[in-house]
């Protein structure tokens, strides 16, 4: 089975999954699978969400049509901005890994915006 | 100037690799090292060493080669921390930044906002009339945010940033 089958059926089994655990459990090695990855999801088979685990950046590998529980979707930015402390200094584009972002459309910087306006 | 920009590189392999991360780098391995070693001296998890290294990699401050242990038949990975490449990489992130801050300074100036007094949404003059100014969350009112000290501040930011970009060469 090639590796992209692989993944595609990992997923179906799984739901989802980091993609610091697919290259491990494929015994492929990381730019391999994120290689792959990039791949799936131009062809609109797989998203990729970026979260953080044990503080540090990494995807969970999703489906294309599976619903996404985007980080504090549920939150109101009041809320937002109590948990975001980290967002007080430098904006979180700086050292931010993510392959492909839109600006304006990026939580972690309207919080930090937010932030400078009188009700931050 | 120096400090600043090794204060910079600090937080950036802080955000990206963790604490982990900024102790290896700050261990000055000049030549080849493998996950296990490091492990070992540092008495960590080999997961977590495996786990900071490929962030430090992402970021670009990390090379790798991997090659097949002839006794085990494992695969060994064999890392280097590319010290030569740190200012080219808080360049990049500086530049980064840079752009992601116009953008959103360019969008913040060109759209009245209207927020939730509650705080909970931040939505633009049309789609607040659509919601006739009503907060598609908690039903309170929605009223005119006033970004105009945000976008000075971020501005000032901007400047910061330009400044350091152009003194770290």
Known sequence: METRDQILQILEEKGSILQKDLWKELNIDSSKCSRILRKLEKEGLIRRVEVVVDGVKTFKIVPADAEIEEEGRELSLIELMETMDELA????????????CDANGCIKLEVWFLRRTSIG | MVAKSEELVRELIERVAGDIGLIIYALNINGEFTDEEIAMRLGIEINDVRRALFALYELGLAEYRRQKDEDTGWMEYYWKINYDREREVLRRELMKTKRKLEEKIEKEDSTVYYICINGCVKISYEQA??????????????E??????????VREELKKIEELLREIV
């Open chain 1, 89 to 100: 200094g430098l904006p979180p584009c700086f050292g931010c890994m993510a392959f492909e």
């Open chain 2, 129 to 142: 009339i659509e919601m006739g100014f009503t907060c598609p969350r908690c039903s309170s009112p929605l």
């Open chain 2, 144 to 153: 005119y945010l006033d970004n105009t000290l945000a976008v000075e501040k």
